[in-house]
């Protein structure tokens, strides 16, 4: 379970600043388009690969509020918010979409897209088995890096998961870990 999706909405609340209207359609729009964009729960996971990768998506990753008039006039708070979760999303969405050079996903893309709950050994066993390879190792810290910096604008959530989130990021940085990866 991806950690945002628990908390998502608590952060609306906990915002200071904006005209309430503005910065919900402007939340609206940019939540829209990152949902079409990246991939999710009972989606076709290769139509939705395929999906993120096109032009209008592409553009949206790189500068999320820039071509969203509804955000021409939120908060700085409310901005950096909006790009991290956008940010969050994309470096999941680069997880979940790889393959290896043997045509396999990597291994904890399959944890940040589920309705499963998912339990300490589940997250275990993809950190574990995402250091079998080099390309899955960079694109999950990246993923888990992003998790953990959005986590500072959320004033509640699952500390459970962010602590798994920790500890996998310190596994994939050790040495133990690296030593099992191939190319």
């Known amino acids: 379970m991806k950690f945002f999706t628990a908390i998502v909405a608590l952060f609306t609340a906990s915002v200071i600043a ?8 402007c ?18 996971r290769v139509q939705a690969c395929t999906d993120s990768l096109s032009e209008k998506c592409q553009n949206f990753f790189k500068n ?9 006039n939120i908060s700085e708070q409310e901005k950096i918010y909006l790009e991290d979760f956008v940010s969050e999303r994309h470096a999941d969405n680069n997880l979940y979409c790889h393959k ?4 396999q996903y990597c291994p904890f893309g399959d944890v940040l897209i589920t309705d499963k709950v998912l339990s300490e050994d589940d997250f275990k066993n993809a950190i574990n088995a995402t250091c079998q390879s080099n390309e899955c190792i960079s694109l999950t810290i990246e993923s888990i ?3 953990i910096s959005a986590a500072k604008y959320r004033k509640e959530g699952p500390a459970t998961y962010l ?3 920790k500890n996998g990021l310190e596994y994939l940085q050790s040495d133990a870990c690296l030593a099992q990866a191939t190319a």
């Open 27 to 44: 939340q609206k729009e940019v939540f829209d388009v990152t949902s079409a964009c990246t991939a999710e729960v009972g989606e076709d």
């Open 100 to 103: 290896k050079s043997d045509g």
């Open 145 to 147: 890096k992003n998790t």
């Open 163 to 165: 602590a798994w989130y």
């Open 64 to 72: 999320p509020l820039q071509y969203i008039s509804e955000c021409k």
């Open 18 to 25: 904006a005209p309430v209207s503005t910065f919900e359609q």
